[in-house]
T-cell receptor, first 123, second 107 residues
Framework: EVHLVESGGGLVKPGGSLRLSCAAS????????MNWVRQAPGKGLEWIGR??????????DYAAPVKGRFSISRDDSKNTMYLQMSSLENEDTAVYFC??????WGSGSCNYWGQGTLVTVSS | DIQMTQSPSSLSASVGDRVTITCRAS??????LHWYQQKPGEVPKLLIH???SLQSGVPSRFSGSGSGTDFTLTISSLQPGDFATYYC?????????FGQGTKVEIK
């Protein structure tokens, strides 16, 4: 059974940093392209970034609002993806989800979602 | 960046109604268009991937169509559990983008 479990959320002051983790199980993580999606309170879904598999170069892409502040990485030996967030702003307050398109490889869809982890940026 | 515009933003419908939600991309995304349902307090659920492929376990009253820039999600006969917010999502190019959502409410 597929599981995605996010952790690391919490309360942080503006300008601060936080690292989120997404622990994956139930599928071959090393070949998965993984996404981070967030949802601010009462708002819609926002794609914030993606990391490809190592065989595809392990490349990362980001949405404009987080580019240069957020960084995605992965450790295939731990079946875990990370989201390093820095220079956090009030507008980054949201539930952060990790997603994968397994087993619909190549679709880019978000077939599996974690339960999300809440990040609150406030002084 | 590719903009995804959903319409309507909200709608009121009755059980048994046929409901159609549209999603328009600002440029061609071929068939890299996916639809999700989200109920309050829950994680989004994939309904349709690749414009028209019904995800496993999703009732057949849900269907998707379209290609290029114009896409449609149809619920053939609205059921009580279908009252939710629906989102489209393009994965054709990065940055990927979601539509703003369509809230389906009970009339």
């Amino acid at each position: 059974e597929v599981h995605l479990v996010e952790s690391g959320g919490g309360l942080v002051k503006p300008g601060g940093s936080l690292r989120l983790s997404c622990a994956a199980s139930g599928f071959t993580f090393s070949i998965a392209w993984m996404n981070w999606v967030r949802q601010a309170p009462g708002k819609g879904l926002e794609w914030i970034g993606r990391i490809t598999s190592e065989t595809a170069g392990g490349t990362t892409d980001y949405a404009a609002p987080v580019k240069g502040r957020f960084s995605i990485s992965r450790d295939d030996s731990k079946n875990t993806m990370y989201l390093q967030m820095s220079s956090l702003e009030n507008e980054d307050t949201a539930v952060y989800f990790c997603t994968t398109d397994y087993p619909i490889w190549g679709s880019g869809s978000c077939n599996y979602w974690g339960q999300g982890t809440l990040v609150t940026v406030s002084s | 960046d590719i903009q995804m515009t959903q319409s309507p933003s909200s709608l009121s419908a009755s059980v048994g109604d046929r409901v159609t939600i549209t999603c328009r991309a600002s440029q061609s995304i071929t068939k890299y268009l996916h639809w999700y349902q989200q109920k309050p307090g829950e994680v989004p659920k994939l309904l349709i991937h690749s414009a028209s492929s019904l995800q496993s376990g999703v009732p057949s009253r849900f269907s998707g169509s379209g290609s290029g820039t114009d896409f449609t999600l149809t619920i053939s006969s609205l059921q009580p559990g279908d009252f939710a917010t629906y989102y489209c999502h393009q994965s054709y190019s990065v940055p990927q983008t979601f539509g703003q959502g369509t809230k389906v409410e009970i009339k």
